[in-house]
Antibody
Framework: EVQLVESGGGLVQPGRSLRLSCVAS????????MHWARQVPGKGLEWVSG????????GYADSVKGRFTISRDNGKNSLYLQMNTLRAEDTALYYC??????????????????WGQGTLVTVSS | QSVLTQPPSVSGAPGQRVTISCTGS?????????VHWYQQLPGTAPKLLIY???NRPSGVPDRFSGSKSGTSASLAIAGLQAEDEADYYC???????????FGTGTKVTVL
């Protein structure tokens, strides 16, 4: 069974950092690009960042560019999101996603399947 | 704010057919980028419903169908069932933003 399990969420003060992790199983991890998306509870979805299979190419939403860094460790079947200088507006449920088609984030044709169950990040003093 | 616009809500009686539109622009769906659809049941993560404009993953009932023309895409649900009550989102890539984008989301209510 293809599965993505996120961890690392929690309550953090504005300006501080947090690192999210996602462990993948049930598929060959290094065949796929991977992504993070987020959702404020009760609101819509927002793509946050994506990374190619090799870790060579990354992409970021303007809202997190310069503050968040995506990375992966193919030997550990793991995806990460380092979030620095967190703001209240970063409060959301963060999902780990597999690109259903592309191995590169430069492909632009892929869909997201599957999604993890999400990990909640709350930024508040 | 999203660049893919969906109606906030649609509703229908059991057995009816409903459609959800996803309107984009020349930098996303109108530029030839595929549109995909997701279903989000209450309290759960989104699930892929339609990929590549018209394709259903295995396990998705054929009551669900997708189409795309120009800058707009549509999701149709035929024979509406109570279990179809959920939020639905479209998704594509935007070349002007250099980012993947989601639609504003549509809540489907079964009357």
């Amino acid at each position: 069974e293809v599965q993505l399990v996120e961890s690392g969420g929690g309550l953090v003060q504005p300006g501080r950092s947090l690192r999210l992790s996602c462990v993948a199983s049930g598929f060959r991890f290094d065949d796929y690009a991977m992504h993070w998306a987020r959702q404020v509870p009760g609101k819509g979805l927002e793509w946050v960042s994506g990374i190619s299979w090799s870790g060579e190419a990354m992409g970021y939403a303007d809202s997190v560019k310069g503050r968040f860094t995506i990375s992966r460790d193919n030997g550990k079947n793991s995806l990460y999101l380092q979030m620095n200088t967190l703001r209240a507006e970063d409060t959301a449920l963060y999902y780990c996603l597999r690109d259903g088609y592309c191995s590169s984030v430069k492909c632009h044709s892929g869909w997201f399947d599957p999604w993890g169950q999400g990990t909640l990040v709350t930024v508040s003093s | 704010q999203s660049v893919l616009t969906q109606p906030p809500s649609v509703s229908g009686a059991p057995g009816q057919r409903v459609t959800i539109s996803c309107t984009g622009s020349s930098s996303n769906s109108g530029a030839g980028y595929d549109v995909h659809w997701y279903q989000q049941l209450p309290g759960t993560a989104p699930k892929l419903l339609i990929y590549g404009n018209t394709n259903r993953p295995s396990g998705v009932p054929d009551r669900f169908s997708g189409s795309k023309s120009g800058t707009s895409a549509s999701l149709a649900i035929a024979g509406l069932q109570a279990e179809d009550e959920a939020d639905y989102y479209c998704h594509s890539y935007d070349s002007r933003l250099s980012a993947y984008v989601f639609g504003t989301g549509t809540k489907v209510t079964v009357l």
